[in-house]
């Protein structure tokens, strides 16, 4: 656990309490170890809309196994998820309702762009399509491809948590706050 700090115990072993707490004493900040929780137990919610599910699905299976990064058990209702996995294209009819989805998430939340259509809006270059996501909700990562291999997703996963681990760990923060803070950043 790099970013936690091990205590050991004296080896000369005169006080026997001392010796029996041997690595089990650790000590770290507030804010990391909140950080390291909640970056090993990410609930995704994944709003697939076209061709790049298919990847999406490949991500639980065998030589992916998102499972190692906590990731894997993806929930159905934005209340009990917080990462957004936008998954395919974006049309304007889906937009408001890909709001919605986002502002029913709790804080802290945190959203992918999965793929070059979630992105840019690929090579949907018209009317109908919304040329990236964070025209309608803030992104936190980026995946490339059309689609994405699932190795480029687990590479975003991996960006993504360590911006977990590495911000500030707001507790009861608010959504207009969170905005703010992006907004400053
Ligand atoms: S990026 Fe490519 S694979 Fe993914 S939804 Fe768009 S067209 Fe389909």
């Known amino acids: 656990?790099?970013?936690?700090?091990?205590?050991?115990?004296?080896?000369?072993?005169?006080?026997?309490?001392?010796?029996?707490?041997?690595?089990?004493?650790?000590?770290?900040?507030l804010d990391r170890a909140i950080g390291w929780a909640r970056k090993y137990s990410i609930f995704p919610y994944p709003f697939a809309t076209a061709c790049c599910a298919m990847e999406y699905m490949a991500l639980s299976m065998t030589p992916y196994d998102i499972d190692r990064?906590?990731?894997?058990?993806?929930?159905?209702?934005?209340?009990?998820?917080?990462l957004l996995m936008v998954i395919g294209t974006v049309t304007c009819r889906q937009a408001p309702i890909l709001k919605r989805v986002y502002e029913q998430m709790a804080e802290p939340k945190w959203v992918m762009a999965f793929g070059a259509c979630a992105s840019t809006g690929g090579f949907y270059d018209n009317y109908t399509t919304v040329a990236g996501i964070d025209r309608i909700i803030p992104v936190d990562v980026y995946v490339p491809g059309c689609p994405p291999r699932p190795e480029n997703v687990l590479d975003a996963l991996m960006a993504l948590q360590r911006k977990i681990q590495g911000q500030k760990q707001l507790l009861g923060e608010t959504l207009a706050g969170r905005l703010q803070e992006r907004k400053a950043a």
Not at 8 to 23: A, K, W
Not at 69 to 82: K, M, N
């Open 1 to 29: 656990m790099e970013e936690c700090r091990v205590v050991h115990s004296p080896t000369r072993g005169q006080n026997n309490e001392e010796v029996l707490l041997g690595d089990a004493v650790v000590l770290t900040k």
């Open 69 to 82: 990064f906590g990731a894997l058990l993806p929930r159905f209702s934005p209340r009990q998820a917080d």
